[in-house]
Protein backbone atom coordinates (compact mmCIF):
# COMPACT_ATOMS: atom_id res chain seq x y z
CA UNK A 1 0.00 0.00 0.00
CA UNK A 2 2.96 2.14 0.97
CA UNK A 3 4.20 1.71 -2.02
CA UNK A 4 1.71 2.07 -4.36
CA UNK A 5 1.11 5.72 -2.48
CA UNK A 6 4.66 6.66 -3.25
CA UNK A 7 4.56 5.39 -7.11
CA UNK A 8 1.25 7.56 -7.44
CA UNK A 9 2.87 10.46 -5.82
CA UNK A 10 5.83 10.28 -7.91
CA UNK A 11 3.93 10.23 -11.08
CA UNK A 12 1.36 13.17 -9.87
CA UNK A 13 4.84 15.34 -9.11
CA UNK A 14 6.37 14.37 -12.34
CA UNK A 15 3.57 15.04 -14.55
CA UNK A 16 3.61 18.54 -13.18
CA UNK A 17 7.08 19.26 -13.53
CA UNK A 18 6.87 17.71 -17.49
CA UNK A 19 3.93 20.25 -18.10
CA UNK A 20 6.32 22.58 -16.06
CA UNK A 21 9.11 21.87 -18.62
CA UNK A 22 7.22 22.39 -21.95
CA UNK A 23 5.46 25.33 -20.77
CA UNK A 24 8.95 26.82 -19.80
CA UNK A 25 8.82 28.65 -23.52
CA UNK A 26 5.55 31.01 -22.46
CA UNK A 27 5.69 34.55 -21.99
CA UNK A 28 6.12 35.26 -18.32
CA UNK A 29 5.05 39.21 -17.75
CA UNK A 30 1.52 38.90 -18.15
CA UNK A 31 -0.02 42.36 -17.55
CA UNK A 32 -2.98 41.03 -14.79
CA UNK A 33 -2.42 38.52 -11.85
CA UNK A 34 -4.86 37.19 -9.29
CA UNK A 35 -4.41 35.20 -6.21
CA UNK A 36 -3.80 35.91 -2.28
CA UNK A 37 -1.99 38.77 -0.28
CA UNK A 38 -1.70 38.85 3.28
CA UNK A 39 0.71 40.68 5.63
CA UNK A 40 0.93 40.55 9.68
CA UNK A 41 -1.33 40.59 12.00
CA UNK A 42 -4.44 41.47 10.11
CA UNK A 43 -4.15 42.47 6.48
CA UNK A 44 -4.86 40.16 3.76
CA UNK A 45 -7.22 38.68 1.46
CA UNK A 46 -7.94 38.50 -2.48
CA UNK A 47 -5.51 40.39 -4.53
CA UNK A 48 -5.86 41.89 -7.51
CA UNK A 49 -2.22 43.37 -9.66
CA UNK A 50 -1.30 44.94 -12.83
CA UNK A 51 2.09 45.01 -14.19
CA UNK A 52 0.95 46.97 -17.61
CA UNK A 53 3.22 49.90 -16.18
CA UNK A 54 6.72 47.93 -15.78
CA UNK A 55 8.71 48.42 -13.78
CA UNK A 56 6.10 50.43 -11.82
CA UNK A 57 3.32 47.43 -10.47
CA UNK A 58 0.07 48.50 -9.06
CA UNK A 59 -1.80 46.30 -6.59
CA UNK A 60 -5.02 46.23 -4.75
CA UNK A 61 -6.16 43.64 -1.95
CA UNK A 62 -9.35 43.09 -0.26
CA UNK A 63 -11.28 40.72 2.05
CA UNK A 64 -15.61 41.36 2.83
CA UNK A 65 -16.64 38.65 5.20
CA UNK A 66 -19.99 38.85 6.58
CA UNK A 67 -21.98 37.05 9.22
CA UNK A 68 -24.68 37.02 11.91
CA UNK A 69 -22.97 38.70 14.73
CA UNK A 70 -19.26 39.29 12.81
CA UNK A 71 -18.31 41.10 9.78
CA UNK A 72 -14.36 41.65 8.76
CA UNK A 73 -13.90 44.01 5.50
CA UNK A 74 -10.49 44.92 4.75
CA UNK A 75 -9.39 47.19 1.60
CA UNK A 76 -6.17 47.80 0.83
CA UNK A 77 -3.73 49.26 -2.26
CA UNK A 78 -0.47 49.44 -2.89
CA UNK A 79 2.36 50.92 -5.34
CA UNK A 80 5.47 48.93 -6.14
CA UNK A 81 8.86 50.11 -8.48
CA UNK A 82 11.05 47.25 -8.95
CA UNK A 83 14.37 47.81 -8.61
CA UNK A 84 15.94 44.80 -10.03
CA UNK A 85 14.68 42.47 -12.59
CA UNK A 86 16.06 38.98 -14.66
CA UNK A 87 14.39 37.02 -16.20
CA UNK A 88 15.93 33.88 -17.73
CA UNK A 89 14.29 30.93 -19.71
CA UNK A 90 13.04 29.12 -16.67
CA UNK A 91 11.55 32.08 -14.48
CA UNK A 92 11.26 36.10 -13.60
CA UNK A 93 12.78 37.68 -10.62
CA UNK A 94 12.34 40.58 -9.40
CA UNK A 95 13.20 42.91 -6.19
CA UNK A 96 10.74 45.81 -5.62
CA UNK A 97 9.95 48.73 -2.96
CA UNK A 98 6.52 49.03 -1.95
CA UNK A 99 4.44 51.86 -0.93
CA UNK A 100 1.15 50.13 0.90
CA UNK A 101 -1.96 51.05 2.73
CA UNK A 102 -5.17 49.52 3.78
CA UNK A 103 -8.31 50.05 6.16
CA UNK A 104 -10.33 47.24 7.85
CA UNK A 105 -13.64 47.36 9.83
CA UNK A 106 -14.37 44.81 12.39
CA UNK A 107 -17.60 43.89 14.24
CA UNK A 108 -18.49 41.70 16.60
CA UNK A 109 -19.69 40.88 20.33
CA UNK A 110 -17.08 40.28 23.11
CA UNK A 111 -17.91 38.83 26.21
CA UNK A 112 -17.88 41.14 29.76
CA UNK A 113 -18.28 39.63 32.56
CA UNK A 114 -17.28 41.12 35.46
CA UNK A 115 -16.81 39.37 38.98
CA UNK A 116 -19.70 41.95 40.55
CA UNK A 117 -22.09 41.03 37.69
CA UNK A 118 -21.45 37.02 37.41
CA UNK A 119 -23.54 36.06 40.30
CA UNK A 120 -25.94 38.46 39.26
CA UNK A 121 -26.56 38.25 36.03
CA UNK A 122 -24.15 35.66 34.45
CA UNK A 123 -22.21 36.51 31.49
CA UNK A 124 -23.46 39.76 29.41
CA UNK A 125 -21.70 40.53 25.85
CA UNK A 126 -20.84 43.74 23.97
CA UNK A 127 -21.37 45.09 21.07
CA UNK A 128 -17.31 46.10 19.52
CA UNK A 129 -16.48 47.98 16.69
CA UNK A 130 -12.95 48.45 15.63
CA UNK A 131 -11.92 50.91 12.64
CA UNK A 132 -7.98 50.20 11.50
CA UNK A 133 -6.03 52.71 9.34
CA UNK A 134 -2.39 51.74 8.45
CA UNK A 135 0.47 52.01 5.71
CA UNK A 136 4.15 51.23 5.34
CA UNK A 137 6.75 50.83 3.10
CA UNK A 138 8.41 47.35 2.11
CA UNK A 139 10.82 45.73 0.45
CA UNK A 140 10.49 42.40 -1.31
CA UNK A 141 11.09 39.88 -3.77
CA UNK A 142 9.03 37.86 -6.19
CA UNK A 143 10.17 35.25 -8.60
CA UNK A 144 7.57 33.87 -11.28
CA UNK A 145 7.98 30.32 -13.07
CA UNK A 146 5.80 28.41 -15.12
CA UNK A 147 3.77 25.98 -13.70
CA UNK A 148 1.39 24.10 -16.53
CA UNK A 149 1.95 26.95 -18.66
CA UNK A 150 0.15 29.36 -16.33
CA UNK A 151 2.49 31.96 -15.11
CA UNK A 152 2.49 31.49 -11.26
CA UNK A 153 4.19 34.30 -9.02
CA UNK A 154 5.58 33.88 -5.29
CA UNK A 155 6.72 36.82 -3.43
CA UNK A 156 7.68 37.74 0.10
CA UNK A 157 7.65 41.38 1.74
CA UNK A 158 9.06 42.81 5.12
CA UNK A 159 8.62 46.35 5.75
CA UNK A 160 7.78 49.01 8.62
CA UNK A 161 3.92 50.14 9.15
CA UNK A 162 2.26 52.32 10.74
CA UNK A 163 -1.52 53.81 11.82
CA UNK A 164 -4.07 53.81 13.85
CA UNK A 165 -6.78 51.64 15.69
CA UNK A 166 -10.18 53.01 16.69
CA UNK A 167 -12.43 51.12 19.30
CA UNK A 168 -15.54 52.47 20.43
CA UNK A 169 -14.32 53.19 23.67
CA UNK A 170 -10.07 54.22 22.42
CA UNK A 171 -8.26 55.54 19.48
CA UNK A 172 -4.24 54.34 19.62
CA UNK A 173 -1.60 54.72 17.27
CA UNK A 174 0.03 51.43 15.64
CA UNK A 175 3.83 50.79 14.49
CA UNK A 176 5.87 47.65 14.22
CA UNK A 177 7.52 45.37 11.61
CA UNK A 178 5.10 43.81 8.89
CA UNK A 179 5.86 40.37 7.11
CA UNK A 180 3.54 39.79 3.86
CA UNK A 181 3.73 36.86 1.50
CA UNK A 182 1.04 36.33 -1.73
CA UNK A 183 0.97 34.03 -4.38
CA UNK A 184 -0.53 35.21 -8.06
CA UNK A 185 -1.89 33.97 -11.25
CA UNK A 186 -0.97 35.63 -14.19
CA UNK A 187 -2.72 35.77 -17.57
Known sequence: MKRTMFCLICIFVGIIFSLSVQAQESNLTKNFGIGLQGATPEFGGVSFRYTGFAPVYLQTVGR??????????????????AIFEHQSRWNLSRLYFTLEGAWRYERGMNYVTPESEIS?????????????????????GELVFSLGGIPLGLNVEVGQGFGREKTDSESKGLAGVYVGMGIHAYF
Open 64 to 81: FILSDENSDHMLGAGISY
Open 120 to 140: MQGEKTRDYTTTTLGGGIAFG
